[in-house]
């Protein structure tokens, strides 16, 4: 048996590896390696208050830290009892959409797009298409704009806390990240109609896709868990449907279902989960693309993520009366669980905390780790699919998952053996 080596990934968040074991010309298994040290963050967070944590847990991902915030809020707030007010959740939904447009956008235009011209990365890309890279510039930094605006900054921000925010941005800022959106929905438009035009591999998997769903909105924070089967399960209900397990190749524990089987998250899973919750003008104008199982076209899934993510950001902004920038609320011993749509799918927290409000159990699971059994799956299926060279295939077949390798690495706990005596 052969072995192929793609090593490292390139253009994806983080480290790793791919294996492709041959026999002859055919692809007989394959094999993710996610080698990137792991550092051990949910240990961190015991021991550590609420507060703490809410800053602490930004900074597991420098592309989706609002994610982490806002699931970790989440969890705290059903502990507490927290009623958040309407206009502080506006805010939230609206600096969610900031992360969406920027993680999106660079994924799209910087790591994504070159595979569509064949090209080995966005500068060389940006030869050939230079108005594409400046669209998913501009798009970016409207994205890093609405998270800093209202988060205090846009890498890492520091605003969020249980009971709302720290302080509320002035409305002059917010009317200023208005004007900003406007330009990049436009604009946004014009790059969905290339992405339209670009020719897909044919690659359709079967699996199950699991999202958000069941509000009457595209779910980011709301909602219960829906999967593509028609199961529906409230959010703590997420460990008796789902478990990790450890392979010894990878330093990111891996995700099933408890039946065995595999699923997938991230922005194809919520289009095709939700696709009438989006507005009418971009099902029409997508209808004959999406929904789709093909994993090449979660390219347009996250363009037509960025659209929404624009117009719903400036509604929430136009919509909301400031008020108060937090409730208060009484610390008390409990756990509770958090779930939202994170760039890349959904994300789970849980956390046991004392009548103090001292953490002393936390518990995460990223979208990237639930996603490494469905990677794994599409690399068997799209490498005796597609012909061509296997190295640059299966590079492409992890890109389209968009995989964040640093957020699925932190969670392995060692068990260190005892010291032997002589």
């Given amino acids: 048996m052969g072995e192929v080596r793609v090593d490292p990934l390139t253009r ?31 240990r ?81 890309l940006a030869k050939v298409r230079r108005d594409l890279i400046e669209a998913g510039l501009r798009i970016r930094k409207v994205g890093n704009s609405i998270i800093e605006t209202i988060g205090g900054r846009s890498i890492h921000p520091v605003n969020v806390r249980v009971g709302g925010f720290y302080r509320l941005p002035s409305e002059r800022a917010l009317e200023g990240v208005m004007e900003d959106i406007e330009e990049a929905y436009s604009l946004a438009w014009d790059v969905l109609d290339e992405l339209l035009s670009l020719p897909y591999p044919h690659v359709e998997k079967d699996r199950l896709l699991v999202s958000l769903g069941e509000v009457d909105e595209y779910p980011i924070m709301e909602g219960r868990i829906v999967c593509s089967d028609g199961t529906e399960i409230d959010k703590e209900e997420y460990e008796g449907w789902f478990e990790e397990y450890q392979l010894p190749h990878s330093t990111a524990l891996y995700s099933r279902l408890k039946d065995g089987k595999s699923y997938e998250v991230g922005a194809l899973a919520r289009v095709s989960n939700n696709f009438e919750k989006l507005p009418e003008e971009i099902r029409e104008k997508v209808k004959d693309h999406l929904p789709s199982t093909n994993p090449f076209k979660s390219i347009l899934a996250r363009m037509v993520e960025v659209i929404y993510a624009l117009g719903e950001a400036k509604k929430m902004l136009e919509r909301t009366e400031l008020g108060a920038p937090y409730v208060d609320f009484q610390v008390k011993e409990g756990e509770g669980i958090g779930i939202t749509e994170a760039p890349r799918g959904i994300l789970f927290h849980r956390y046991r905390v004392n009548k103090e409000g001292i953490v002393e159990f936390s518990k995460i699971v990223p979208p990237t780790s639930q ?41 392995i706990e060692i068990v260190r053996a005892p010291s032997r005596r002589r």
Wanted: charged content about 30%.
């Fill in 12 to 42: 994806v968040e983080g480290l790793g590896r791919v294996l492709v074991f041959t026999e002859g010309e055919k692809v007989r298994d394959v094999r993710l390696e996610i080698f990137e040290p792991p550092r051990f963050f949910e």
């Fill in 371 to 411: 996603n490494q059994r469905a990677m794994e799956e599409d690399l068997l299926l799209g490498l005796r699919i597609l012909r061509g060279d296997l190295r640059k295939n299966a590079e492409k077949l992890i890109r389209n998952f968009d995989p964040c390798i640093s957020c699925a690495s932190h969670f």
């Fill in 44 to 124: 961190l967070l015991v021991g550590k208050r609420p507060d703490q944590v809410v800053d602490i847990v930004a900074r597991i991902c420098g592309l989706c830290p609002v994610a982490y915030q806002i699931t970790a809020v989440e969890a705290f707030e059903k502990i507490f009892d927290v009623n958040v007010p309407p206009h502080l959740r506006k805010l939230r939904r609206a600096l969610y959409c900031g992360e969406w447009i920027s993680s999106h956008a660079a994924h799209i235009f910087f790591l994504h797009l070159p595979d569509f011209f064949d090209r080995e990365s966005f500068l060389d």
